[in-house]
Nanobody, 129 residues
Framework: QEQLIESGGGLVQAGDSLRLSCAVS????????VGWFRQVPGKEREFVAV????????YYTDSVKGRFAISRDRAKNTLYLQVNNLKPEDTAVYYC??????????????????????WGQGTQVTVAS
């Protein structure tokens, strides 16, 4: 089973940018996709984006389109989430996770928490106004 480790969070000002990393421990990644979620205390995890590990395309929730972007370093088995123009409402713990469903473009699967079976420990992003 894969292990995912997030890093890159921190305390930033509104308008700043961060690059979050998700390192996958196994040499061979068997899941179809890796997703990013975020969670604030007292609320459910919210889907942010998902990356098609084989195809290289991504799908984003509407609230982050144009501000967040996923990229991958295949040699390092690492996925990145570039978060730009951060807003206070982006404050949350950000998690990456491996999707247990097949990936189809357009967000058919891998956009809800129940589709995922392996989670990282999370990285805190705090945006000050």
């Amino acid at each position: 089973q894969e292990q995912l480790i997030e890093s890159g969070g921190g305390l930033v000002q509104a308008g700043d940018s961060l690059r979050l990393s998700c390192a996958v421990s196994r040499r061979t990644f068997t899941s179809s996709a890796v997703g990013w979620f975020r969670q604030v205390p007292g609320k459910e995890r919210e889907f942010v984006a998902v990356f098609n590990w084989d195809g290289g395309d991504a799908y984003y929730t509407d609230s982050v389109k144009g501000r967040f972007a996923i990229s991958r370093d295949r040699a390092k088995n690492t996925l990145y989430l570039q978060v730009n123009n951060l807003k206070p409402e982006d404050t949350a713990v950000y998690y990456c996770a491996a999707c247990a469903r097949p990936y189809y473009s357009g967000g058919i699967y891998c956009t809800i928490e129940d589709d995922y079976d392996t989670w990282g420990q999370g990285t805190q992003v705090t945006v000050a106004s």
